[in-house]
């Protein structure tokens, strides 16, 4: 079992009156896929919007690489490693794909742009990704389909020396063909000493690339166990009720007495 | 974090991707070229009817200088509109500006009159005219980005907040001693000959904005926040912080074109500008730049302030009424807003 790169101890997280996250923790292991499952509305995407910092937590603690350390803004993840494929994929439609994948972190001298660098480099990762039917990395961004969006943003992601990716359903999109590619991404991702974060509905997915699958359930984490350690329907008993057997959290009943 | 991760890619196939961004295709997806088309048919039209008239000379020199103030204006507002913006006070920040810069320097003079002074009061009288307009569009920049109170909002009070400031400072009348110095060489004086200065000036900013806009990590960073703002936050780009600056910028080109209208007519011509904001705002939208963010250019702007003043010129030439020349660039303003709606529509639908 390998290190924790990042750690989260006790996050809360409250819209309003609306409390999202309850004491969650949750732990990326460097050279570890963790798929983060849970139903529609359990509170991932939060998590990971936490992670990032553009959701300020209401308390808990965040340790990288076993420092504590406090995430104030995009540009803090970012400066630590951290990498986050948005599930809304947060692309500019007017930018083209260059644009998009340097956004806020543009090549060049003095504030003026190296087009031709940061062209080279975009093509390179695309062509990783096997995006094929691109056109023109100068294509605006408006003007592909869903499935290569997803693909810039994974892209846009994977293009910077990295330590932690975190992958919001990042293959709701794609064709059967990418899907295949960004799982191997994933793995290799991880093969290459990266902590991974996966996010996905597809059981299949999550239980082929996964080392350890951490399951919330109404934004309480229900369990946080090594993929070999569990079956398919214990996962998705888990989804659907947080507790399988004694894995998850207590009856909701049992834990107000 | 700047170093592209290679080792997590694969070795680079050399895309059989020749593209660069073609400027060409960008004028056209950008409605420049159209736009373009429609000012040289303009020019041509009015050229062939009246050529001894039209194409002269004098003709050239007085439609830029008329355009020199209105095309500094609109280049600050390009920049607002591609954030997806809008500043309606630039022409009251541009009296205000005029106001404070011609105060100061009267103040600076013997007698409380300006016409002898030399260039360090002159040079004060800058320093104060682009302040003033700083401090305006620092004003709406703080409201818009911070307080987050809609840009139309903020600005249609500062539209009304900065002309009465003017007009408390003068008490409504035009400060009317203007240095020789300044109005013989800025407003109209010439250089190599046949060019005038203010025209220099205007086309040095209008160059210097087109830059920045198109090369520089700035320019990125206001199309990226005009075209999804939320997106931009989350790639780290300080959004506030970048809409502030973009506002004082047209603070600062309103002060400067403040400044130049002094100099070139001599007084602060307080009641003359209550419509340069909605001149502006037309000149950038003829010129491509969508309302809705996003897109836009400079050189489409420069078009776009030349439409109007070619009609102007071409209908006092042609002798037809000059009450015609508002309606005609009405026409061609909602013409190029509908084709931008239909290309976005197109493209929504794709
Ligand atoms: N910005 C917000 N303001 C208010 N409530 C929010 C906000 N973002 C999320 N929520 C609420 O938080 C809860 C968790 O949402 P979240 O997007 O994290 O779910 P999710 O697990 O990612 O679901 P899905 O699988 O559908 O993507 C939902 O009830 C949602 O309504
Ligand atoms: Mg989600």
């Known amino acids: 079992m390998s290190e924790p790169i990042l750690e989260l101890r006790g996050i809360n997280k409250s819209f309003g009156a609306v409390h999202v996250l309850h004491d969650v923790d949750f732990t990326v292991r460097a050279g570890e896929v963790t798929a983060l499952v849970g139903d529609n509305g359990a509170g991932k995407s939060t998590l990971v919007k936490c992670i990032a910092g553009i959701h300020p937590t209401d308390s808990g603690e965040v340790l990288f690489d076993g420092r504590q350390v406090s995430i104030h803004g995009p540009k803090d993840a970012a400066d630590l490693g951290i990498e986050v494929v948005y599930q809304d994929l947060a692309l500019c439609d007017n930018l083209d794909i260059v644009q998009n994948m340097f956004l806020g972190r543009e090549r060049g001298k003095a504030g003026v742009l190296d087009e031709a660098d940061m062209e080279q480099a975009a093509r390179r990762t695309l062509a990783s990704l096997s995006v094929r039917t691109v056109k023109s990395v100068r294509t605006p961004v408006a003007a592909l389909s869903g499935g290569q969006r997803q693909t810039v943003a994974i892209a846009k992601a994977v293009l910077w020396d990295s330590k932690v990716v975190l992958l919001d359903e990042p293959t709701a999109a794609l064709g059967v063909a990418q899907t295949r590619q960004v799982l191997d991404l994933v793995r290799r991702l991880a093969e290459q000493g990266l902590g991974v974060v996966l996010i996905s509905h597809n059981m299949n997915d999550v239980f082929e690339v996964a080392d350890r699958i951490a399951c919330l359930y109404l934004g309480r984490m229900a369990a946080e166990l090594p993929t070999k350690d569990v079956s398919h329907s214990q996962v998705v008993e888990l989804i659907t009720a947080g507790r399988s057997g004694d894995l998850g959290i207590a009856r909701p009943d049992m834990a107000a007495v | ?350």
């Open chain 2, 1 to 350: 974090m700047t170093t592209a991760k290679q080792s997590v890619v694969d070795t680079p196939e050399e895309g059989d991707d020749p593209s660069r961004p073609a400027a060409w295709q960008r004028l056209r997806s950008a409605n420049t070229l159209w736009i373009g088309l429609v000012l040289l048919a303009l020019c041509v039209v009015f050229g062939a009817l009246r050529p001894e008239a039209f194409l002269t000379l004098f003709t050239a020199q007085t439609l830029l200088i008329e355009a020199s103030v209105l095309l500094v204006l609109a280049v600050g507002m390009t920049f607002v509109i591609i954030t997806a913006g809008i500043d309606l006070s630039v022409g009251s920040v541009l009296v205000f500006a005029g106001v404070v810069g011609a105060k100061t320097m009267e103040a600076l003079s013997p007698g409380g009159d300006a016409t002898d002074a030399g260039w360090g009061v002159i040079a004060a009288g800058l320093v104060v005219s682009l302040l003033g307009g700083g401090a305006w569009g620092l004003v709406n920049g703080l409201l818009i980005a911070r307080a987050r109170i809609p840009a139309l909002i903020v600005t249609l009070g500062s539209f009304g907040a900065a002309l009465g400031a003017a007009q408390l400072i003068t008490d409504g009348v035009d400060v009317r001693t203007v240095p020789s110095a300044l109005a013989n060489t800025l407003g109209s004086g010439t250089s190599l000959g046949v060019v005038p200065n203010l025209v220099l000036l205007a086309v040095a900013v209008t160059v210097l904005g087109d830059l920045v806009l198109r090369t520089t990590r700035f320019g990125r960073h206001t199309y990226a926040i005009g075209s999804n703002a939320e997106a931009a936050r989350r790639a780290g780009i300080a959004v506030t912080r970048h809409l502030v600056l973009v506002y004082l910028l047209v603070g600062l080109l309103a002060g400067l074109a403040g400044f130049m209208s002094l100099a070139y007519f001599r007084t602060t011509t307080i009641s003359g500008h209550s419509t340069d904001n909605l001149n502006a705002i037309a000149a950038v939208v003829l010129g491509g730049t969508s309302l809705f963010g996003g897109l836009g250019s400079v050189l489409g702007t420069v078009i776009g302030v030349f439409i109007p003043a070619v009609l102007t010129k071409g209908f006092v030439i042609l002798h037809v009424q000059a009450f015609w020349q508002p309606i005609a660039v009405s026409v061609v303003l909602v013409a190029a807003v509908w084709f931008d709606q239909v290309r976005r529509r197109a493209r929504n639908r794709s």
